[in-house]
């Protein structure tokens, strides 16, 4: 029994129930382990949260790397990054955990939650700012900086997420086509 298996349950229970709703007995029960066994690892419920966000940063920056490497094929980069929310979101509790921290984590955790997902957001603004000015788009006829570009798709990664997690995946699916759209029109305008 580990710290790690505790935490794949953990972060199952977190993703489907939320943090009030989900109690450390549940989680022993899911790992098959008595309740003070968890303690062994984590003081509390809220260490057992805490110690997912690093591993979710991780694991989104890990993935955002592999998509956005810049280059002749940055649009179709993008497209792939912007559909793969809806994707990713459906088939992972991680990614389910990951949102609901981002966008409305405990209250009484706020800024020890947030901390850490803005040195996030400015790390996943980098990313996309480098592969901006790794492709052709850096030479766009609106004069718009790798830096702009890259505040505008995480706008757009902001607005994706939002309209899953409170709008649903049909108000998604209407955000996403009219971001891809233009998305669209800035790439082939700036080529």
Request: glycine fraction near 4%; include cysteine.
């Amino acid at each position: 029994m580990t710290a790690a298996k505790i935490q794949k349950y953990a972060l199952e229970r977190f993703a489907k129930q939320g943090f009030a709703a989900t109690s450390l007995n549940e989680i022993a029960t899911d790992v098959g382990i008595k309740k003070p066994s968890i303690y062994a690892h984590f003081k509390n419920k809220d260490e057992l949260y805490l110690s997912l966000i690093p591993i979710m940063i991780d694991e989104e920056l890990g993935y955002a790397k592999t998509i956005l490497q810049g280059g002749e094929h940055l649009q179709q980069q993008l497209h792939d990054y912007f559909i793969s929310i809806e994707h990713r979101f459906n088939e992972s509790y991680a990614v389910q955990f990951w949102m609901n921290a981002l966008i409305s984590p405990p209250v009484h955790l706020y800024d020890q939650v947030i901390e850490p997902m803005h040195v996030f957001m400015a790390d996943l603004e980098q990313l996309f700012s480098q592969a901006i000015q790794n492709s052709e788009v850096a030479k766009n006829q609106h004069q718009l900086d790798s830096q702009t570009l890259a505040r505008v798709c995480m706008s757009f990664v902001d607005a994706l997420q939002s309209e899953l997690i409170y709008g649903g995946r049909e108000k998604f699916r209407l955000r996403l086509d009219a971001i891809l759209k233009a998305l669209n029109v800035l790439i082939s305008t700036s080529i």
